[in-house]
């Protein structure tokens, strides 16, 4: 057994925020929490605050590779559909070994911005001409590579993606290296299980990609498949995908997924953009949690969630960093309080009586998160992962400040979220801003990007 000993200036505990506070750690697992103890001979010290670290819920890592990519405009108006096309051309060309590299670059980026733990929306899987690896898994294989190189927290969701749109309509070409039947998607989720077996509290769930891409059946089958592990599916993230759902279906697919599964805290809906009254009252009370993504979906230009009264009806939410286009978790909660405030022409709407916006933003993302991951991760407090996120003190953003002030003016008044230390399940992989990889794995990352863009 390993036991760790840490002695945090300050801490963010479930009961609020509390000063010199001894955590103890047994395996990765916090099993001891005292606020108000002194510091012990030969204790870590984590000077300024510490906050539990923020679970990433949705992410695909091979897309970092193609961020700044599709910034042109095209001769037709741009929207996600043309970024959708830049995205199957880019994704033509990698091998599982890209994969690995650009994948560990997304992580320690990650873990450097606040995110310790990712829900992985994993669809790429078969070879350049659209046939299964001879071990289906392989990409799979390749991210669980990654995430044992960053020491990440992983949650990995195979996808299961079949058509190419509403109705069966037949998958294009750009999407030969998704597609799988049930069988083959069976034989998916057990590779993926073997691919994660070795890292340490790995997850796998399931992922009907969105209700474009599956058969309606498909929902309840998959939903069965792993009966305590986390369903993820986008949803509802453009207006078209709205049109189509009508015109097709008859129904809103918010919805129409409700009416065809049953959704409820094991679910994880992204995006969920675009929501009517009676969709957002319904997806509040299944317990449901709503992945937003602020800020890919500010670059493809999908629309605001309503947060302000999705929380008032009591809804859950999370944050992802989606398609990595900038990786940060301060940075995606900044965004989702901001475009509240443009669409509302109010402030501080995510904060309540005696919790500031920061604090309130950064716990219900924790919970969210980790009820979408599926692990006991997201807070600091016993029988959860050790995942801590320390930030820099001595930032001129955080001087002189503590508590939600510091979180606040993290979140509010720093380019980007100020991380010293980053831990997981115990482990040190951040020291003063930098993952101990860092060097390595980017290095290895301009190796593969000055092929691919060569
Ligand atoms: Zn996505």
């Known amino acids: 057994m390993t036991r760790l000993e840490l002695h945090c200036d300050e801490a963010l505990l479930p009961g609020g925020f509390a000063r010199s506070v001894a955590i103890r750690v047994e395996d990765g697992t916090i099993v001891a929490v005292a606020p108000d103890a002194d510091p012990a001979p030969g204790v870590r010290r984590l000077p300024g605050l510490t906050l539990p670290g923020l679970p990433n819920l949705h992410s695909h890592l091979f897309q970092r590779g193609m961020a700044g990519l599709s910034e042109r405009r095209g001769a037709s ?5 043309t970024w959708r096309e830049v995205m199957y051309r880019f994704l033509d060309r990698l091998d599982p070994d890209d994969v690995a590299a650009i994948a560990a670059q997304a992580m320690v980026e990650m873990l450097e911005g606040g995110f310790t733990a990712l829900a992985e929306f994993h669809y790429l899987h078969h070879d350049r001409d659209g046939r299964p690896y001879a071990d289906i898994a392989e990409m799979a294989g390749a991210v669980a590579a990654a995430a044992a190189e960053t020491g990440i927290g992983l949650t990995l969701l195979p996808v299961l993606y079949r058509y190419g749109n509403f109705g069966g309509a ?113 997806m509040a ?83 969210g ?17 050790a995942d801590l996120v320390t930030l820099a003190a001595a930032h001129p953003a955080l001087v002189a400040k503590g508590g939600d002030l510091a979180l606040d003016s993290a979140l509010f008044a720093a380019p980007a979220l100020p991380v010293a230390q980053v831990h997981v399940g115990g482990e040190q992989l951040v020291t003063d801003g930098r993952h101990r990889a860092r060097e390595r794995v980017e290095a290895r990352y301009a190796a593969v990007m000055r092929r691919l863009l060569a």
Request: glycine share 12%; proline share 4%; aromatic share 6%.
């Open 369 to 385: 998160g980790a009820q979408a991951c599926g692990r006991a991760i997201g807070a600091i407090a016993l029988g959860h992962r």
């Open 170 to 282: 037949p998958a294009v070409h750009g999407q030969r290296r998704f597609l799988n039947n049930r069988d083959a998607y069976l034989r998916l989720v057990e590779g993926a299980e073997r691919a994660v077996a070795a890292l340490p509290d790995a997850h796998v769930g399931i992922a009907p990609h969105s209700l474009r891409a599956v058969a309606l059946d498909d929902l309840p089958w998959l939903a069965g498949l792993r009966p305590q592990a986390p369903v993820h599916i986008h949803v509802a993230e453009q207006t078209r995908e709205v049109e189509d759902a009508l015109a097709i279906a008859g129904r809103r697919p918010v919805a129409l997924l409700m009416d065809t599964v049953a959704v409820d805290s094991r679910w994880c809906l992204i995006h969920a953009t675009h929501l009517d009254d009676g969709e957002r009252e319904a």
């Open 285 to 367: 009370r299944s317990g449901a949690v709503a992945g937003l993504c602020p800020i890919t979906e500010a670059n493809l230009g999908d629309g605001i969630f309503d947060g302000v009264r999705y929380r008032e009806a009591g809804g859950r939410i999370g944050v992802g960093s989606d398609s990595n286009v900038e990786i940060g978790a301060g940075g995606e909660l900044r965004l989702l309080e901001y475009s509240q405030r443009l669409r509302d022409r109010r402030r501080a709407l995510w904060a309540q009586e005696g919790v500031s916006a920061g604090t309130r933003l950064w716990r219900d993302a924790c919970a």
């Open 77 to 81: 108006e741009d929207s996600f559909w």
